[in-house]
């Protein structure tokens, strides 16, 4: 189990193109959750799901996001349009068992340029 | 709502110096407190947890005592090491659980040799 692992770890992109951010979690368990860190927001969450199904998407910025999970082992966060104030870490997150630790990826870095 | 506060860093310190990082949080029912470690270009790792209050949650010599009265799970070690030098999150779960944490900004602890 190689744990949450996320692609691409960096991502340099021009205003106005679109973003797709992936997230491997750890199998078999029901969480998934994506965090986007800032220096001046710290760590937002922005959208959880559960079994697959997105259970509160309260902290997605705009319409520009969109996240979709189409099986458990699977997961991406697109933006689209992308603009310079997205440029932040994207973290991807699962838990390990039913109420257990976080097990965070190593992020992707976005800059949009 | 359910909020952390946390000390403003940055907090730099001397080898083998004592550390406080103040953590208070405001929550609806009874929240799972944590400490969560952000090492440099890498994702966030569980350092220590407390489920009710009074619990002692500890790792790695890091302590933090869940103080129910004073809202507070305050993060201290005896005796800090360089390599200790990392991003410090305070967090809570309502659910009692990994599920939806909410963080704090983040304090950034550097230790010089």
């Known amino acids: 189990d190689a744990g949450v692992i996320q692609s691409p770890r960096h991502e340099v992109t021009e205003m106005g193109q679109e973003v797709t951010l992936r997230c491997k979690p750890i199998?078999?368990?029901?969480?998934l959750f994506w965090y986007r860190q800032t220096m001046m927001r710290g760590l937002e969450l922005l959208i959880y799901f559960n079994n697959n199904v997105p259970i509160d998407d309260s902290g997605m910025p705009e319409d520009r996001f969109s996240a979709k999970m189409p099986n458990a082992s699977f997961s991406t966060l697109k933006i689209q349009p992308s603009e310079p104030r997205d440029s932040a870490v994207y973290f991807c997150a699962a838990p390990r068992t039913v109420g257990g630790e976080l097990f965070f990826g190593e992020g992707s870095r976005l800059t949009v340029l | 709502g359910n909020s952390v506060t946390q000390m403003e860093g940055p907090v730099t310190l001397s080898e083998e110096a004592f550390l406080t990082i103040n953590c208070t949080y405001t929550?609806?029912?009874?929240?799972?407190l944590f400490w969560y470690v952000q090492y440099p270009g890498e994702g966030l790792q569980l350092l220590l947890k407390a489920t009710k209050a009074d619990d002692k949650g500890s790792n790695k010599g890091f302590e933090a005592t869940y103080r129910k009265e004073t809202t507070s799970f305050h993060l201290e070690k005896g005796s800090v090491q360089v390599s200790d030098s990392a991003v410090y999150f305070c967090a809570l779960s309502i659910q009692g659980g990994s599920e939806k944490l909410v963080f704090g900004k983040g304090t950034k602890l550097t230790v010089n040799p």
């Open positions: 929550a609806t029912g009874y929240p799972s």
């Open positions: 199998s078999g368990h029901d969480y």
